[in-house]
């Protein structure tokens, strides 16, 4: 859909798109009120939101999935 409509992406590296990606992403995350969120994801943080309140102990923190996936990623080098 958007590579038929802007063909300079085709023609990106690897490392190209992912700037771009990450530039959209930055852009995105500046204007959160326009980004669209569906009824069903609406449903899924509600449904998490509760499952939290429940039991809070049975959440990862962001800290805990970063230290365990950087962990990983240390013992395979």
């Excluded at 959209?24 to 326009?34: G, I, N, V």
């Excluded at 899924?44 to 230290?67: G, H, K």
Aim: glycine residues 2%.
């Amino acid at each position: 859909m958007i590579l038929e409509t802007v063909p300079d992406v085709s023609r990106m590296t690897p490392a190209e798109k992912l700037l771009l990606v990450s530039e959209l992403w930055d852009d995105l995350a500046s204007h959160p009120t326009e980004v669209p969120v569906s009824r069903e994801q609406i449903a899924e943080l509600d449904r998490r939101m509760e499952a939290y309140r429940r039991d809070p102990s049975q959440v990862t923190s962001w800290e805990a999935i970063q230290r365990r996936i950087l962990g990983r990623t240390l013992d395979c080098e």
